[in-house]
């Protein structure tokens, strides 16, 4: 269980770029950062304003000298201190990610970056290789795929519980953006100009997500070939999409579907995967993420509760709380966020084993998600041909 | 509400074709059949094994010398009789579904038939004609497509609630044949083999469920095209199908999504349509169904209840107990029946208005579920291909 | 599983008093009796209004000259038939139910009546004598009691799987009479008249539904003092209550409490039962009917669904239709009444051997509910103090 | 909504009373204090082990020499500096609450304690009077007390959408000590212990937390009498209670019906609140956090999600993220203690009308808590009588 106790010698020297006064998000990510002592914020570019960014900066307790106007003076006037910052997390809209990643690489810093990294595969195999120069670590946010269920999920599929593995259903189909909300919220503006938002909306936006839980649940899942449809309701965001359908075939013939939607009307999050083999099926759904699905053919279903001593231990290890008590999205980003600081650590330590054994969403998560999102939208402005993997 | 008394003049003089002791639908055709005072049961070919079927037929109440051998003598000799049957209930294996319907209309009789009603829509078309030249009532038993609810989601969606629709996700996925079971079961094996069960097995036997109440939910629907992917994963079952995904286009621009499944392991039956507009969405579970998910998208989700004085007046008619107690798949079918005696009825009294004011799934409906298979398998077997409608 | 096939050699002659065209109750043991061609309707006293009764009778095909004005004189002149009637339903108001009961008992028939039977436990002793000296069966109509998981539940604990018995909760709570409906409505208004409805309201009329379940699954539970509070909350009804708290002692150690209630606003039916042992709980609510909750401590809960091979045999053989598929209110009601035909079968037959494998809610039942009543009003008429039992 | 931006001018200087690192809800106080920069650890007594205590705080960035051997010494020696604590919870076993409390108080802290305060009305009343001789804030911990939803149902009862509320029901009922787990842990030993805690266990431990909520709910409810049964079902527990039913009569005629319990076999948490008007019903459950079930006899029932627009003002400002989104039990804590913080700042500033604003468990829930328990007590050790409030 996690109790403030810390598992790094010294916690991590940590800015942020964007995630100012406005933004919700980058609430979440000094949540995540600061909650167990792993990291230490000590500067910032906060904000486009570069007034409003230090008066902010300087109100969560960072030197009004390291709040800085932008990214490029924070990460050359960091370098030159003896107690500059070791990493830097990203929360900008998604058409700034590559270059902000890239200049963050290049200055020899950890990163932590919103998906997606960037717009292209081409990109994203760039960011690799400057990753791989600099052995830096470029952490990616699926926030839940730290989730203790996730874990136990992933632990019940490699020891067999669900027989082989047929079927992965994932969806994350919200409803919020059911009517042309753009016109008044900011928030959604640049998530359907293909400018600031890339080459998708939903694909990349909520698709990747439950996609890459089921990475962390089947590692040895490959996708074959897969094909999409895509849609776009409300007709002023084409060609961007706002719900899509992807069908992808596996190595090996198991089947997988894809629903992502920013038009489920009614629907709060929807974030949901399912998981189906010859024996038993697992699900898990992000709106109640305390409970795990397990459900043998020919036996009752079994509802599993994080927190309790029947799960996996790997699923035990990340509890801030007993069973009963529910943990929330915080948690689960927070987890995340301890195996950032992880196998930072371990980088900077060269420990290679303490880093193999850290399980988080890094740089291969990130590239796979940009493949993924260019193959979906390379079938659907296809006809939805099939499109090998 | 229905509370037995009866809508029609004279209970309809009805037999049955298989349905035997061995039968487990026989007894949900007779329990909804009966349930009304509408039909008497007053002769049958029960069971292929004569003798054994007439014990049944004499223990259920019918004349000893009406228990037929098979059902061409019993169609000759009941239309001797001035009190001979006018309708007959067939519950065989699909693959004889085509010969009995299409003797039944030749002897002038209306009748219920399990679905597929034949294996072409070569067949199906003939078996309309039929249907029109003697003018019989043929009805097709999609068990929840005289529930309330489904009559309700009916009237919303035709009121605006939903605004526009734009996605019908279907799906009938139960867990059952998750292991090949059909080597112990009679009867799961005669499903999986194509001469028996036709050219599908997921898509017919289940796939068509869904489809069918989005027909009666979305009168002005129009497929435009489809696609398919179907797997056997127990390999056996090869050619055909334990699993099948059908993506479709409407006119119009809407799309469609069904899941047919035997093998979804650990789900109970798992029939679920959810209909989504631009405005809300409408969701019904056939294993809870007497709740449907009412979601406006911006306002707390509702949960409306069978029998509730806020219901539509058409979605209220058929109740036969008040809102709190569960009715199940028996009153479903019931009232299913319920709608054959009035069809047949009118039909009887060359009462167009009466008919053309009775919903029932009728000899459209088969046809139009045995088109569909159709369209799925051939997409399927060409490598997933758009097929136009 | 029921298909049709009778258990008892011939079906036995049936008449109802009342339930007649305005009555929801009397569909309801139509259905219940009729279902599996144990009973055949051959005579009734279906109104208080003789035509109308007469009417509808014969619309549900009973004879002209068998639909009578009144009880006594159906009492009467079927018993100068050779196939006059061998069993009544009653379906009247409460105040009725001791002297037809009575009547009935003492004309040599079988009885098929609704709780209470009667309003003291002197008259419910009386109608226990009768019962005996006659040799006829008096059936009390607790809906629920045939339930095949109410079977379960009585098997695990009787196995130990609860462990030993702690708590037992009980609660029938609707909300359908949280305003003064009764100015509207006759079917309630009787209910809140005393002259009619006896000395209780909810604690009667509903709250005997779900102690009654306690009994068949918890056969060796003796309670050994109980304490009530009653309210009125809408006034015009007192001295009848419209809530009621019931805290009871079993000997042993064990506690129970029962909420009674038709002010639980927004509540739908709210019938549950929760028996907690120092080992595991089951929970079973009657609008969820074919699920059962298995919550063992320190495991992940279970799901138990009705129809499944996981069950106890005895939980399985009711059944009309296999798992995932919902049964209803109807099926519980039939296999009660399938019940009653064994019984009463057993009983013309003098098999006692018979007749003591037939678990079914009878004269005890009825005057254990009647008790109860009693002791309850006692408790709350004098400011809730213990009543030995 | 909450993101960083903290609304006191300064963090508060803060130090734990135990809390150390064997200690889970130490963790928790420290996350909910620290959360939004509204206080700031910088002394504590971590633990009875100073060295273990000490080697803890330094760990969390306490420097060395405030991290005291007990808490005596930190408040004296933290009196001594113009930087010295402002505030301190005390996160101990029940039996040192009061002694430790009292110190705090006449040290001129505010105090942050684990319910229940003390063991006696008494103790209680006395500490009351030190709260208001200093001046100084006592919050107590009833975790979910600042919960939005919580706001909500406040906010809706206020504005009649109930009509005349009749019945409180609260439960906090969990299965986790089903079998007497004392024996191998120390966490559940000392809470059976009369000696440290107190009269009673599940009413004091379990029991208030729900009540509190009833009393936010509910400002104007007073509960006029009470009565108690309690029961030692694992009996090494006498004379502490495992399991406690507590009903009340409220001044007006509403009834109120407590159920505490520690051998709730299966149950997770199982805090539950339900609040029934004579117009609709309110349902609440901490497992499920982020739901209000809001239910208009009559209409469908409706499912209320924390962070929507269409909620009462007074339930969005604590938002840490939008709907859909779950947060936990840490949110609803960190809400307490910003609370806490308003409510210190207001002190400090003589700030008497935002004091006012500030809606938070302080002395007068402790003392409401502690007399509640002694009147369960006694009602309950005298065969339950009535006992007036």
Redesign the interface.
């Known amino acids: 269980?996690?109790?403030?106790?810390?598992r790094i010698p010294q916690p991590i020297r940590w800015a942020m770029v964007g995630g100012g006064?406005q933004?919700?998000i980058?609430?979440?990510h000094?949540?995540a950062a600061?909650?167990d002592?792993t990291f230490v914020l000590v500067a910032g570019a906060f904000d486009i304003d570069p007034i409003r960014g230090s008066a902010?900066g300087e109100?969560?307790?960072v030197d009004s000298e390291r709040c800085y106007a932008d990214y490029l003076s924070m990460f050359e006037q960091e370098a030159r201190r003896a107690d500059g910052i070791q990493a830097v997390s990203i929360a900008t809209p998604n058409g700034t990610h590559y270059s902000i990643t890239k200049a963050a690489l290049e200055a020899g810093l950890h990163v932590v970056c919103e998906k997606p990294l960037c717009f292209t595969v081409e990109q994203a195999e760039n960011l690799r290789e400057l990753s791989h120069k600099h052995n830096r670590i470029v952490g990616v946010t699926y926030g839940y795929a730290g989730h203790q269920l996730i874990e136990q999920a992933r632990e019940m599929i490699a020891a067999g519980e669900?027989?082989d593995v047929?079927?992965v259903h994932m969806q994350f189909a919200?409803?919020?953006h059911?009517?042309p909300v753009e016109a008044q919220s900011q928030a959604t503006q640049w998530r359907v100009d293909p400018r600031q938002a890339g080459p998708s909306y939903v694909l990349g936006d909520v698709g990747t997500h439950p996609l890459y839980l089921s990475e962390v649940m089947l590692p040895d899942l490959k996708i074959k070939r897969l094909?999409c449809?895509r849609?776009s309701?409300v007709a002023s965001r084409a060609p961007l999409e706002d719900?899509a359908?992807t069908?992808m075939?596996y190595e090996g013939?198991a089947?997988g579907?894809v629903?992502s939607s920013a038009?489920?009307?009614?629907?709060?999050?929807?974030q949901k995967i399912r998981v189906?083999?010859?024996?038993?099926?697992l699900e898990w759904w992000?709106?109640?993420?305390?409970q795990l699905s397990?459900?043998?053919?020919?036996?009752?279903?079994?509802?599993?509760?994080r927190g309790?001593?029947?799960l996996h231990p790997n699923a035990l290890i990340d509890d801030?709380?007993?069973?009963?008590?529910?943990?929330?999205?915080?948690?689960a980003w927070a987890n995340l966020y301890y195996r950032f600081a992880l196998a930072m650590d371990a980088t900077d330590r060269s420990d290679t084993q303490a880093l193999s054994a850290v399980r988080y969403p890094g740089i291969d998560a990130g590239v796979e998600g940009v493949r993924w999102v260019e193959r979906c939208v390379l079938s659907a402005d296809n006809?939805?041909i099939?499109v090998a993997y």
């Open positions: 269980m996690i109790n403030g106790s810390r006064s933004s919700q980058g609430y979440i000094r949540c600061l909650r002592n902010f109100q969560l307790g669900l027989g047929r079927m919200h409803g919020f059911s009517a094909m449809s849609q309701f719900n359908y069908l075939e013939g089947m579907m629903w038009v489920n009307a009614g629907s709060m999050h929807g189906i083999g010859s024996r038993a099926s992000d709106e109640r993420p305390n397990f459900e043998v053919q020919g036996q009752p279903a079994q509802i599993l509760e309790m001593g029947y801030r709380i007993g069973g009963g008590h529910p943990e929330g999205l915080f948690e006809d939805s099939w």
